[in-house]
């Protein structure tokens, strides 16, 4: 065998390496892309019906209370197991103290959980429901959480985004539409 031919077949194994390499940097990035892009709704998708139980007795929330807001609702499904519902709550906290009403769903969350997450990272929510048995977040659709729908003066889900909120979301997507919503 000759020597040129000994080095490629040395070098095979790095070529196929680097191609698997490649193929899966390709695949990683494209998810990242799909998962860090807002999923929109129709501008004038109903909210469906819902009901759910308070965090702890009493409280709890429905369709109908959002929609007698008169004003627009951020409605926020988190969890405390969830990492990006960790890093999203900053935000949350800050469009709270903006003035934007955010309502929060724990979803297939543990109570005791829940309000122990609220404490370690903040409580941006003026009302929190329960969906213990994810049978609220069907009817949105949910593909995990966090997610986010803001829900106009009407009832109507306005935008919705899968994944955490950050402060460049809220600036370049939910900001605009809320503007449009005065």
């Known amino acids: 065998m000759s020597p040129t ?8 194994p790095l070529s196929v390496l680097a191609i698997g390499g490649s193929a899966a940097w390709v695949v990683v990035e494209h998810k990242r892309a799909i998962e860090n892009s807002p ?3 129709s501008l004038t998708q109903t909210m469906p019906r819902f009901r759910v139980p308070g965090l702890t007795d009493g409280g709890g929330f429905a369709t109908d209370d959002i929609a007698a807001q008169g004003k627009p609702v951020l409605l926020n499904f988190f969890a405390s197991w969830c990492g990006p519902c960790i890093k999203e709550a900053a935000t949350l906290l800050k469009l709270r103290d903006g003035g934007l009403a955010i309502w929060g769903i724990a979803f297939k969350d543990k109570p005791e959980a829940t309000q122990a997450f609220l404490r370690a990272h903040g409580d941006p929510y003026g009302r929190i429901g329960r969906d213990d048995d994810g049978a609220a977040s069907i009817g949105f659709g949910l593909t995990g959480v966090p997610e986010t729908f803001l829900i106009d003066k009407d009832g109507d889900i306005r935008w919705r985004w899968a994944g955490g909120l950050t402060d460049d ?8 539409i809320l503007r449009s919503l005065v």
């Open 5 to 12: 031919r000994r080095r490629l077949l040395r070098l095979a």
């Open 39 to 41: 999923m929109p709704v």
């Open 169 to 176: 979301v809220a600036a370049n997507y939910l900001t605009p």
